[in-house]
């Protein structure tokens, strides 16, 4: 017998066991990403205290060796100063041969500039081959007006108030390791990137075994009880006393089953994707979810894009994507509230843009960030892992691009997904 009372739309509750362990699950998967995340941070840590400590010590080797350099150049001046100076008629050759010969080994540029204000080029200069004297002068010039910007020039007393001057620049070695600590920190950082994209490769490839191992499983399981589900559709099919559309109505739901077992069948493989009109695809499958939603829940879709307009889309990924955004936006709003979808392809880009907009709570900018980490939900139940996949299925599958375009709390939140637009001739 059919009762009269008016039909009201099912509502399934979890098992207090399933509950606890999709809280279990997300706590689990929030853990792995705060103890890689801290794993991140001591590493990077490090390297910054490395790299300051190179830094601080490279510079004290530094400064040293700028001094040394300096005492030998003073050294240089005073060996200049003895010959210039000497009232004795003795020979100073063999001393500055050997203050010369430690310039020289030291190989610090060295330019002596006489009372006359005429450069004379000492040691460490370099010339190249065959020049001309015209040339030759010029760059002792260019040289000479580089090392009086670098030091500060050493007089040379010459007696008879006259005075020399030694400019110099620092040695090659020096200036080798004055920049050695920025090349060595630049290796540094470049290290640690490509550990950076090593650890992150590491660990998609270890998410992407999690997703492929639990969606196939979820699919195997699945099978059973569809299987006995149909056959519980025709055994009400043919009792004449149950209403018809009961089973019509059940079946659909069997059906619907069935393309979420397929769904998650097709985690882990490369998707099918054919030429599908968004305009339609997304239409549709908005007018199904409708009536299984709250019914204070009001869906409106405003279509910008042109008839013809189409996407390479997996039609069943592509509207596992559009549920679970629909799901947490009638979340987010209690049950009660508007979502609106705005499709529209901008000028100039080959870009079809879906706009799917919520009058909920809002989320904070910490929550934004967060929001397609596994394990991540503001909600007591489910297991925070919709929007995550969503994302995989738009950027990892279709190639497009899945984020938070705005949120505000208290007016609600706006996803954006960017698909790549097909040609239209």
């Known amino acids: 017998m059919i009762s009269d009372t008016p039909k009201q739309k099912p509502r399934f509750r979890l098992h207090p066991v399933a509950i606890l362990n999709s809280q279990r699950l997300r706590r689990s998967l929030m853990d792995t990403y705060d103890q890689k995340s801290f794993y991140k941070y001591v590493i990077g840590l490090i390297l910054l205290l490395l790299s300051i400590g190179s830094l601080y010590y490279t510079d004290k080797l530094v400064e040293e060796l700028e001094q040394r350099e300096e005492r030998e150049v003073q050294l240089y001046a005073e060996g200049l100063r003895y010959i210039f100076n000497s009232p004795l008629d003795e020979n100073f050759n063999v001393i500055y041969e050997v203050i010369q010969d430690a310039v020289t080994f030291y190989q610090i540029p060295v ?39 670098e030091h500060p020039a050493i007089p040379v007393e010459l007696g008879k108030g006259k005075t020399g001057y030694i400019y110099y620049s620092n040695s090659f070695l020096l200036t080798q390791l004055r920049y050695y600590p920025f090349l060595q920190l630049s290796v540094m950082l470049l290290i640690g990137y490509l550990a ?4 992150s490769s590491a660990r998609k490839a270890e998410q992407n075994r999690v997703w492929v191992g639990l969606a196939k499983e979820t699919a195997h399981q699945l099978g059973t009880p569809l299987s006995s589900l149909m056959a519980w559709v025709e055994y009400f099919r043919s009792d004449p006393t149950i209403d018809p559309s009961i089973a019509e109505e059940i079946e659909k739901d069997v059906i619907r089953l069935e393309m979420i077992t397929t769904r998650f069948s097709n985690i882990g493989s490369v998707p099918t994707l054919r030429d599908e009109p968004v305009s339609e695809v997304l239409t549709n499958f908005i007018s199904y979810l409708e009536k299984r939603v709250s019914s204070k829940v009001k869906f409106h879709v405003f279509n910008q894009l042109a008839e013809q307009q189409t996407a390479l889309l997996n039609k069943n990924l592509f509207e596992w994507v559009i549920e679970n955004i629909c799901k947490n936006a009638v979340d ?39 929001i397609f980490n596994p394990g991540f939900s503001t909600k007591k139940r489910g297991w925070g892992l919709g929007l995550t996949l969503a994302k995989r299925i738009i950027e990892n599958y279709h190639s497009g691009k899945l984020f938070v375009k705005s949120s505000e709390i208290g007016k609600g939140t706006t996803f954006r997904i960017v698909l790549n637009a097909q040609i239209i001739e």
């Open 111 to 149: 330019i002596y500039v006489n009372e006359n204000n005429l450069a004379n080029p000492n040691n460490n200069i370099k010339f190249p081959e065959g020049i001309r004297p015209q040339e030759r002068e010029r760059i002792i010039q260019e040289k000479l007006e580089i090392m009086k910007t």
């Open 332 to 370: 987010a709003m209690g049950g009660i509230g508007e979502i609106n979808v705005t499709l529209q392809a901008p000028p100039m880009a080959k870009e079809i843009w879906i706009d799917i907009s919520d009058t909920g709570k809002g989320m904070s900018k910490a929550n934004i960030n967060k």
């Open 196 to 199: 950076y994209l090593a650890f």
